[in-house]
Structure formats: C-alpha cells, structure tokens
C-alpha cells in the first residue's frame, strides 16, 4: 500500500513536472526574442554608462587643459590624474584652489575670484581667431595681473629704435611692450614684448625685439646707425648665435639683452606661480531660516571658458526696511550677508558673505530712506544645476531675511552663436584702467550694476548690456560681420526699432560686447519688452534675447 502510494505520488510530481516543462518551452517557443532583447538592453546600458562615466573624464580633462593649464603644477597634475573617483577629484579641486586662498579658511576665495575675472578680461580685449584666454598676452595677463605700464602700437608704423637695438629709424608690425616692475620669483623691472607679424591681431610673445622690424628682409631700408655709417652690415643681423635679429648695440649692450639673461626670463616667465598657501577647510556656516527682512536677487551669467561660467548674483534692500541709529549726526545700519551654493544633491561648492555698512548725514537721510543699496558677489560656476541660498541680516535689530534660488548655468557650446544674459542696468559706465576687471559690478571694462526688479523712471536712462559669443570669421576677408537692432515693444505693439550703427560694431573677434544707454523719457509708464536681435551674416545664424523692465 504504501509502496503504491509513493510511486502513485512520484508519478504525479513526474506528470507536474513535465507539465510545467511544457510550459516553460512553450513559453520560451513563444518568445524566442526574450534573451536576445535582454542581452541588448544589458548592452546599451553599459554603453550609456561607459559614455556617461567618459563624459565625466572629459569634463576633468577640460578643467587641467581650459581651466588652470597656467597655475597647476607639475606635481598637482600627476596628483590629479593618479585620481580614481569623480569624489577624489572634486576633492582635488576644492582644495587646489584653498591652497592659494590669500585667506586660508575664508569662505570665499579672493584669489579664485581674480583669475576668472582675468579670464573673463583677456577674452574681451584679447580674442584673435581664439579666444583671449588662449593667447599669449591673455596668459601673462592671467598669470601676473595688468602690467604697470604698457606701450602699444596697434598698427606699427615709424618707430625709432632705442640705443639697446642699434639706433635708426624703421617701421614695424603692430607690437607692445608691457613692463612689470616686479614679478614675485622673477625679478625686477620685466619687460616682455609681444608682436603681430601676420598683422591679423594674433600678438605673440618674443624674445627677439627684431622681429617686429617689417623692414627686417628689404635691402638697404630700416638700416640701424652702424649701418647707416657703413660701420656694420645688416647681413649681420642673421648670423647671430642668440637667436635675435637686432643691430649690434650703441654704447655696449646692457645685461637685459644677453641671450642668457633672456632665455633665463622666457623658461621663468611660463612656469605656474609657486603655490604659498596651505590646505585648510573653509567653515561653512549654519543655514538660517526666516522671512522678516524682505529683499529682491537675480543671477546671471558671462561665459570665461567652455567650463567655467562666471555668475554675478546681484541683492538689493531697500532701506525703508532698515533699522538706522543715529551717531553723532550720522545714520547708521549694517547688513550682513552671506550665501552658499550646493549641488542638488546638497553637496557643498562655494559660499561667500559680506558686511554693507550704510552711513549718511542726517540732514539726507529722508530721501537716503526712499532709496536702494545694491550687492553684487561674481561666482565663477560649472555649467549645470545649483541650489543657490542668501540670507540677509539687519545687525541693529536681527531681523532676516532668506531666498532659495534653483540656479542653471548654462553650457556655452562653440559651435554656435550664443550670449550672456541680456542686463538692464541702472548704471553702466567704462571704467578707468586701474579699476579694470576687479571690483563688484565690474565686466571686462565696464561697470554694470543691474536693476534687480527691472523698474526705472522716466527721468533715467537705462543702461543695455550684452555679449556676444562665437561670431563666425569670413574665410575670405577674416573678419566677423553682423547686424544688430533692438526692438522696444508694449502689449505687443512696437514701440521702437533701432539699428547698431555698423561703426559701433567693428571686428573685435568672435566675441562682442554691446552696450547702450537708452533714455526712458518718451516712455509712457507701464511694463515693456525690450528685444536684441543679432544676426551673424557670415554662417547666417540669428539670436534674440528678450528681457521685461517697467517704467515709472
């Protein structure tokens, strides 16, 4: 009985198992494409993490060769790319640029903040096919700053040689020469000069002041005095062993022209500065919450590089909502600010905070009270999405303030006409030369402090600033070409179309700056649209930024 039960039992298993068998063949008979599909998906998975993780490299990479190629050294790139993990490297990064904190521990970073701000200079006043960063001059400007005096001849012409390079009268390129009077590591007294023999804006750096002789190759012209006298041969000038096609020198030559001293500056003058702060972590400070202090921000954003985007983010209090004490006849307030920027995912970037202090006589403080103080911090960011946090503090009475801002910075890509953000200012001016490229408020040249809310009144002029990124050169003429109008409309009627006068628009390179000052006197109180129309006439590309403003 109880044999026959378990064969009856196993010959039923054996029946169930056959069936679910025949199941699972069946099955497999109907999908014949089911492990085929999953081998694909596997594959194209592990190809978009591959490309994923590549473009991850690749953003690195940018950050050595487009981002701090003249300040790494040589022991900080074998560092960096020993590195195995996106966290290690942005480790790297943070504290690459602490080391050279001028306040190590501070939660901004003056030294950071200059060298984007140089960039952001040399790609304005240095482009020449490429952009400003690349050149030579845009890279002595990076690594050392405005030279203390500068002697340019943007188009050549007569030049009357000093004593050092044999004397006489020739013409040149366009050449300059810049004189630093210290260099930390160098020396005193460094005179670099930069020439454009191919006359098309590209200046390089030279250690040879012949080169900018046009007259260098033609027979018996631009003849030095020993030439002139017959007591030297201009044939000399090529068989030299310095590598120099000067004269020889009147009155002996001085040490700053002996091929060694010369060829000691040049192998100098391109090393990275020596880096002379420590490793410290930057605190980062509680985050505060409330909303008692009312006031208005806005971001935008500058290209300096394919990775790095500079982004001004501009705070504006009105003073009505300050609590001022009088001293002494003096009304005073102090504003504190701070702010700090994370990753989505929380991850600390940067952070930046500031003291306003606010004092005006008493006998101006009514109409002070009706007015506005503007703050602006420039941040140099990475292209992609930030979480952006300011918090503002009335230090007389405690009162706060705070905004949480999502913040894109946008990739600016080089093949294609692209801009800044359009600004509506209420000042934009030119700056003098020993302001240029430092300072709140401060682009390139110019200081554009923009109108937060967008609101002006009739009796100002609203200052228009806008740049202008990869303008494409004609093959033939190699010069950029473009138009420009700006458009002013109300409730979608227009209201005023003005062309760019072309004089207004000569070939700077591919980048260009447009500024305008328009007055607002015609206008009619109410809300506009005021639209910049560029359009590329050599690859036929068109942008037009738009922005709102209200007059009042």
């Known amino acids: 009985m109880f044999i026959r039960r378990f064969r009856d039992g196993w010959l039923g298993l054996l029946v169930l198992a056959m069936a679910f068998g025949s199941l699972a063949s069946n099955s497999l008979l109907a999908n014949p494409h089911r492990d085929k599909d999953k081998e694909k998906t596997d594959k194209e998975e592990k190809r978009r993490k591959k490309a994923a993780q590549q473009e991850n490299e690749s953003a690195y990479k940018h950050w050595i060769s487009d981002e701090v190629p003249y300040i790494i050294t040589d022991e900080e790139k074998r560092t960096f790319k020993g590195l195995s993990t996106d966290d290690e490297r942005e480790q790297f990064i943070e504290s690459f640029w602490e080391r050279r904190n001028p306040n190590p521990g501070a939660p901004e970073n003056e030294f950071k903040e200059e060298y984007y701000r140089r960039i952001a200079y040399t790609n304005e006043h240095y482009a020449s096919g490429i952009p400003g960063w690349k050149t030579d001059r845009g890279r002595i400007y990076i690594m050392y700053g405005p030279a203390d005096e500068i002697d340019s001849h943007p188009s050549g012409g007569t030049y009357e040689r000093p004593p050092e390079e044999g004397g006489g009268e020739t013409a040149t390129y366009p050449f300059e020469t810049w004189r630093y009077r210290y260099i930390d590591g160098i020396g005193t007294n460094i005179i670099l000069e930069f020439v454009d023999p191919t006359m098309t804006g590209e200046y390089h750096l030279t250690m040879d002041p012949g080169e900018k002789d046009a007259l260098l190759h033609v027979p018996g ?28 020198a009147m009155g002996g030559e001085p040490e700053s022209m002996n091929e060694f001293t010369r060829l000691d500056l040049y192998s100098k003058i391109w090393k990275p500065p020596a880096v002379k702060f420590k490793d410290m972590q930057a605190a980062v400070l509680t985050k505060l919450s409330s909303n008692l202090l009312p006031f208005d921000v806005r971001t935008d954003f500058i290209r300096v590089t394919d990775e790095t985007v500079l982004t001004p983010v501009t705070i504006q209090v009105a003073h009505r909502d300050l609590q ?145 990124y990869n303008l ?28 760019e006068d072309p004089s207004k628009l000569a070939d700077t390179g591919q980048q260009i700056t447009l500024q305008k000052r328009l007055d607002l006197h015609p206008l009619q109180p109410g809300t506009y649209t005021v639209q910049i129309k560029v359009t590329d006439d050599v690859n036929k590309q068109t942008i037009s930024p738009t922005e709102t403003f209200e007059v009042r």
């Open 221 to 248: 012209a631009g003849l030095t005095e020993m030439e002139a006298m017959g007591m030297a041969s201009k044939t000399d000038r090529f068989t030299r062993t310095d590598g120099m096609t000067t004269g020889t």
């Open 324 to 468: 001022f004490t009088n001293k002494n006849g003096v009304m005073h307030a102090v504003l504190d600010i701070y702010g700090q920027v994370n990753s989505p995912s929380g991850k600390f970037v940067t952070s930046f905070e500031d003291g306003v202090v606010l004092d005006v006589p008493q006998d101006q403080f009514q109409h002070f009270s009706e007015t506005k103080s503007v703050y602006q911090k420039a941040l140099p960011l990475r292209p992609g999405l930030y979480k952006v946090g300011i918090v503002v503090k009335d230090d007389t009475n405690g009162r706060i303030g705070t905004a949480d801002l999502g913040v894109r910075v946008p990739k600016y890509e080089d093949d294609k006409l692209m801009n800044s953000s359009l600004i509506l200012a209420d000042l934009i001016q030119p700056l003098p030369t020993n302001q240029v490229g430092t300072g709140p408020f401060v682009i390139g040249s110019t200081k554009v402090r923009p109108s937060v809310n967008r609101m002006f009144t009739r009796d100002q002029k609203m200052g228009i600033f806008l740049q202008v």
């Open 472 to 499: 494409a050169v004609d093959p033939k003429t190699h010069h950029t070409s473009m138009n420009v109008e700006y458009d002013i409309t109300k409730d979608g009627k227009a209201i005023l179309n003005q062309p």
